[in-house]
Structure formats: C-alpha cells, structure tokens
C-alpha cells in the first residue's frame, strides 16, 4: 500500500494477488482428488479438508487486510 501511495506500484489488487499466489494450495486439492478418484477415502477427504482450511485461511487473512485499508 506504501509502495502504490507513492507511486512505485500501479494497482494494489494486482500486488496483493501476486504475493498471495505461492501460498494458495492447488497441489494439495490436486492430491486430494486424486486420491478420492483413486478409492482412498479417508485420505483424500483429510488432505482436500486440510486444504480447504488453508484456503479459507488466506481469504480471511486478506479480507482482515482490506477492513484496515
């Protein structure tokens, strides 16, 4: 947000996407249905609830940001 007030950065939705993309959890939701397609249960339901737990982590991490933009 500094960086876009003094004019380093352009666009401050884009910057927040970009340093939020590493920590989205696409393999883990790849493994889980892979693993649920595969017949494992147990682990796929495990792994896909550990990831969306993850997921709704960081969307409420920016969210709890943007109130105090």
């Not at 495990?46 to 969306?52: F, H």
């Amino acid at each position: 947000m500094f960086f876009v007030q003094i004019g380093v950065g352009s666009n401050l939705d884009t910057i927040i996407i970009g340093a939020v993309m590493p920590l989205v959890p696409g393999l883990l939701i790849t493994n889980a249905a892979r693993d649920l397609i595969a017949g494992h249960l147990v682990s796929g339901l495990s792994k896909g609830a550990d990831a969306g737990l993850t997921a709704l982590a960081i969307g409420a991490g920016i969210s709890a940001a943007f109130v105090f933009l």
